[in-house]
């Protein structure tokens, strides 16, 4: 497992990040076995796996439930959970207890919460309490009501000048990593040359020192959308609905099973059952 002077390290060795989010067993398990550096158990899960429209109605006990599966499929890699939506903006005493529930009782190794210079007190809070912290700014979707939408952010001089100020704020709090989502590739090349600490990208650009996609995104599995930053490195939805149509076709057919996946007794038990006449 990379730890975070590994993370340190590689930036300044200019070797890039791959971040991935994985929500259960099997995508934790893929991650693992891909060798992703970071696996992310991202809200995200809220609109891929859970089918909202938005990370909103994403809780505590679904963060905990989702850490725990996707840990037991990824034991030796970094994992990073995100707090969900207003678990961490009330109090302090808020984000401490959540965040150590999300270390305690899902097994993660640390939290990505959204927000700049607004929520570096409890970036600062949670570092001081021994938790791991991973920024995130630029389009932060659970604050997407008051950005009017999922849309770029960062493209004026003075939003430019706001997001790095935002960064310098979470690295002095002792955030260990950022990400920057939707934001121009020029201002995220900018952040990441003025940060000590790595930054990973959605929507951010080459520049950043790592990158992070969404599990059911680059394996096209999530099809509702597709943001411009996605890239589909398999069209595994559009395999998946051929497979099971055949499935489909083939019972119907009387087609499957087969006797290479059915069962057999001898034919002298089957005698007894019988006896003389067989209909
Ligand atoms: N499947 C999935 N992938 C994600 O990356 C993702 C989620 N879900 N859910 C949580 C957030 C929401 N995200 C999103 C969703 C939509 C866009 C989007 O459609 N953006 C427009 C930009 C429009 C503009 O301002 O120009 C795009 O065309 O990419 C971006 C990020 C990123 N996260
Ligand atoms: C897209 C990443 C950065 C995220 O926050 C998530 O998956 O929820
Ligand atoms: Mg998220």
């Known amino acids: 497992m990379k730890t975070l002077n590994d993370f340190l390290q590689m930036k300044k060795n200019g070797e890039k990040i791959v971040m991935l989010t994985a929500y259960d067993y099997p995508s934790g398990r893929l991650a693992e076995e891909s060798g992703i550096d970071v696996v992310l ?99 932060t979707p659970q604050s997407a009501t008051s950005l009017s939408g999922y849309k770029v952010q960062g493209r004026t001089a003075e939003a430019a000048r706001k997001l790095l100020h935002d960064a310098l704020a979470l690295e002095a709090a002792g955030a260990f990593m950022i990400v920057l989502e939707c934001i121009p590739a020029q201002v995220a090349e900018l952040i990441s040359k003025r940060l000590s600490i790595p930054t990973i990208g959605i929507g951010g650009g080459a520049a950043c020192d790592g ?18 930053f996605v890239k589909q490195f398999e069209t595994l939805g559009a395999k998946a609905r051929d497979a099971l149509g055949a499935y489909a076709a083939e019972v119907r057919a009387g087609a499957f099973p087969d006797e290479a996946h059915s069962f057999s007794m001898n034919e002298e038990q089957l005698k007894q059952i019988y006896g003389d006449g067989r209909d």
């Open 211 to 228: 990158q992070v996609l969404v599990f059911h995104d680059t394996l096209g599995l999530f099809e509702r959308f597709v943001p411009k």
């Open 41 to 139: 158990v991202g809200d995200s899960l809220g609109m891929v796996v859970l089918g909202y429209d938005s990370t909103v109605p994403v809780t505590m006990a679904d963060m905990i439930h989702h850490t725990r599966a996707a840990r037991r499929g990824a034991k030796n890699t970094f994992m990073l959970t995100d707090m969900p939506y207003l678990t961490y903006q009330i109090s302090m005493a808020q984000a401490m207890e959540n965040a150590a529930r999300l270390v305690q009782e899902g097994g993660c190794e640390g939290v990505k919460i959204e927000g700049g210079e607004e929520i570096a007190p409890q970036v600062r809070a949670l570092v001081n309490a021994g938790i791991p912290v991973c920024g995130h700014i630029g389009l």
